[in-house]
């Protein structure tokens, strides 16, 4: 497997993986393609940068950026892995790739929000396995009895 900087190429994969992903609504995967789209369009502008899993053909990608005002924080938007091949280390191994570059930047936090409901449901035992905890919960903040959680962790 490898993994690189997002291309034009990626973005129809990308959009037909996040369609089979049932976790995502479909007002989530319009998101997380215009985050896709931005990134291509204007990797140094735009905020959003991705890298891409191919293996050989897309499995997986990883959207992140800056978080505006900070000096060395940034937001991990999106992670998503083919559902033909999730629990076999992509997501480990493009969290990895990402990890790399913030060192390499001398970048030293990464927050994620998600809802409680989502993380209860699949992703919150991944971050934590990746060395983030809970640091922040707004309650109620999606819905009544979906509060937004903020992972966090020091690179
Ligand atoms: C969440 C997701 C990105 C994880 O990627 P993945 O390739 O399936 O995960 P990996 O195989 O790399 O797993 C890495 C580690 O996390 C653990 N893990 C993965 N999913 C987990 C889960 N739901 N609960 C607990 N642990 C989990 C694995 O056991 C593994 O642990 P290890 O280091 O001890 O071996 C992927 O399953 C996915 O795309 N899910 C649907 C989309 C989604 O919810 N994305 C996040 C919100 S944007």
Known sequence: MNV???????????SAML????????EEVAVAE?????????????GYECLVAEDPGV??????GLTPMTESTYDLYWIAVH???????????????????????GSAQVRIETSSKESYAATGGFYERLGFSV?????????????????????
């Open 4 to 14: 690189r900087p997002i291309e034009a190429r990626d973005q129809a994969p990308l």
């Open 135 to 155: 640091d922040g919960k707004l309650r109620d903040f999606y819905a009544p009895g979906d509060d937004l959680l903020i992972f966090y962790r020091k690179i």
């Open 19 to 26: 369609r089979q992903i049932e976790q995502f609504k479909p």
């Open 83 to 105: 559902p033909a091949v999730q629990g076999r280390g992509v997501g480990k191994a493009l969290y990895g790739a990402f990890a790399e570059q913030l060192r390499k930047r």
């Open 59 to 64: 499995v997986g990608y990883i959207c992140f």
């Open 34 to 46: 215009e985050l896709i789209e931005a990134s291509i369009r204007d990797p140094q502008g735009s």
